[in-house]
């Protein structure tokens, strides 16, 4: 039953939450060298260009929109966020184990071109996928934000330098370092790793954790004992290794906070995830988000996950007369 009280209390969380969205439009305009409305006189329907393209993949295959924030960022986790990972072509960085499983370059590219016709050589591959990863989380239920644009495209990729991505494995003392050297710090971490929500992985990367994970064979003693039989049906020990299966089983392909609460009940799909739990600093974070009343609506959630990502896509671009502009995503001019 809902009473005045609860109807008021759900208004005043709508109400904080409209105001932390246009506090957070309103500023962070200028990032890193980058702007809000950078295209505005060259190319005006950039963004509605972008926004069209992801659209009409997202209502095709809704999980393509993981995938386009996936692709993001593990493009700004190596070399910054300069498209370094849409190169094609041997030893580029796009054919690293790290990045087994990305998809959504068919998006970018069908942008790119539609781009490239309305405003050729303005628009940068490295702001597309910053937009997209955006848009995409905009369709799935999540927040959206003003994306700082001015990126320009890396000219070098090598599938060397992605060692620097984290893993599926990562204790959190790993996951920590390879964020701070992006950066970043335990909060937008575990913000970031928020994105989970709408996320998908192999059993390749699970089933480890549900059969003879400590030799004896039992499962993984962080998950919850109620959600193994789930994880089991999902991975069976003689399985399809590459079947995929949601990172998030209470609500997957919404953008919410139910990830967090289920990393707190010990229901997190990822061992590198559930690890968050075990950690002072990052079991604070996520507690803040599953737990009080805010955290159920996920209004806490959707105004920290804009700023993290704007943060995050402003890691080590290029501005100005640096890189390039390219004419197509998946090679050099």
């Known amino acids: 039953m809902i009473t005045p009280l609860k109807t008021m209390a759900i208004s005043e969380m709508a109400a904080i939450f409209f105001f932390f969205s246009a506090l957070l439009r309103s500023s962070l305009v200028h990032c890193q060298g980058l702007q809000r409305g950078f295209y505005d006189s060259d190319c005006p329907d950039a963004e509605d260009i972008v926004r069209s393209s992801v659209e009409k993949y997202y209502n095709n295959d809704a999980t393509v929109a993981p995938g386009l924030l996936r692709l993001h960022f593990h493009d700004c986790f190596v070399q910054g966020c300069d498209a370094s990972v849409l190169i094609s072509g041997a030893s580029s960085e796009r054919t690293a184990p790290q990045n087994f499983g990305l998809r959504g370059f068919e998006v970018i590219d069908d942008a790119k071109s539609q781009l490239e016709a309305e405003c050729p050589g303005v628009v940068s591959c490295a702001d597309i996928l910053a937009l997209a990863a955006r848009d995409a989380v905009d369709l799935t239920g999540g927040p959206s934000w003003s994306v700082p644009l001015g990126r320009r495209d890396g000219r070098i990729s090598s599938a060397s330098d992605a060692k620097a991505l984290p893993s599926p494995s990562d204790p959190v003392s790993i996951q920590r370092q390879k964020f701070a050297d992006q950066g970043l710090t335990d909060h937008d971490l575990v913000t970031l790793v928020g994105a989970h929500t709408i996320g998908q992985t192999d059993c390749l990367f699970v089933r480890y954790r549900l059969y003879n ?121």
Not at 243 to 270: C, E, H, I, Q, Y
Request: glycine share 8%.
């Open 213 to 333: 994970f400590t030799a004896t064979g039992n499962a993984d003693p962080t998950i919850s004992p109620s959600a193994v039989p789930q994880l089991r049906a999902l991975c069976p020990a003689n399985g399809d290794a590459s079947r995929r299966v949601a990172l998030d089983l209470t609500s997957p392909g919404a953008f919410d906070a139910s990830f967090f609460k289920n990393v707190r009940d010990g229901a997190a799909v990822l061992e590198s995830d559930q690890r968050l739990w075990g950690d002072a600093s990052t079991q604070a974070t996520v507690q803040n988000y599953a737990g009080n009343i805010r955290g159920l609506f996920g209004l806490r959630f959707s105004y920290e996950f804009p700023k993290a990502m704007i943060k995050m896509s402003s890691i080590a671009v290029k501005t100005g007369s640096q890189g390039e502009i390219r004419k197509r995503c998946s090679r050099f001019n």
